[in-house]
């Protein structure tokens, strides 16, 4: 299994600028989440899924898209991309959607806005 | 909703000895805390885990205790080595909150 992958691992973007970050999972799990890192403030929840076609917002979703039209794949879309989403982003999964399963991350995708 | 606290935010021991994160949580309803260390360059990574009904779990070097009473919990590290520098998370999971993160620094 290649657990959880994202590309691309790092990009440049500019402001205004659109672009997808891919997430992929071969674990068949059902849970999928993106989360951003900021120095000094962990890691932010920003959408998260609990099936294919079900999505849902988490603590900081302004600015971002999601979709998961398979169990798969969950790409993070930013339409507009602004200085104040540069960060490190991750994904991750776990098998099921109870609140006691352990999460497997990726290995994150560098976004730098200028 | 949730808030995790996380303390230190920087910790610097030398080879061999004991470490110690301390976080804190404000939801009592959260029943799920797992510790995640994360390597420079590469995701958080689960290195143990510990459920609301145990107070204590232990894992050859590391160990996490659990007061739910004061709603905090720990994770130890003994005889530290310099490949468990790193940064290390702590999490509570009702709705899934991190602290924000420890720099685990070992003096060889």
Known sequence: NAGVTQTPKFQVLKTGQSMTLQCAQDMNHEYMSWYRQDPGMGLRLIHYSVGAGITDQGEVPNGYNVSRSTTEDFPLRLLSAAPSQTSVYFCASSYSTGNMETQYFGPGTRLLVL | ?108
């Open chain 2, 1 to 108: 909703g949730e808030n995790v606290e996380q303390h230190p935010s920087t910790l610097s021991v030398q080879e061999g000895d004991s470490a110690v994160i301390k976080c804190t949580y404000s939801d009592s309803a959260s029943n799920y805390f797992p510790w995640y260390k994360q390597e420079l360059g590469k995701g958080p990574q689960l290195i143990i885990d510990i459920r609301s009904n145990v107070g204590e779990k232990k894992d050859q070097r590391i160990a996490v205790t659990l007061n739910k009473t004061a709603k905090h919990f720990s994770l130890h590290i003994t005889e530290t080595q310099p490949e468990d520098s790193a940064v290390y998370f702590c999490a509570a999971y009702q709705k899934v909150t991190f602290g924000t993160g420890t720099k685990l620094q070992v003096i060889p």
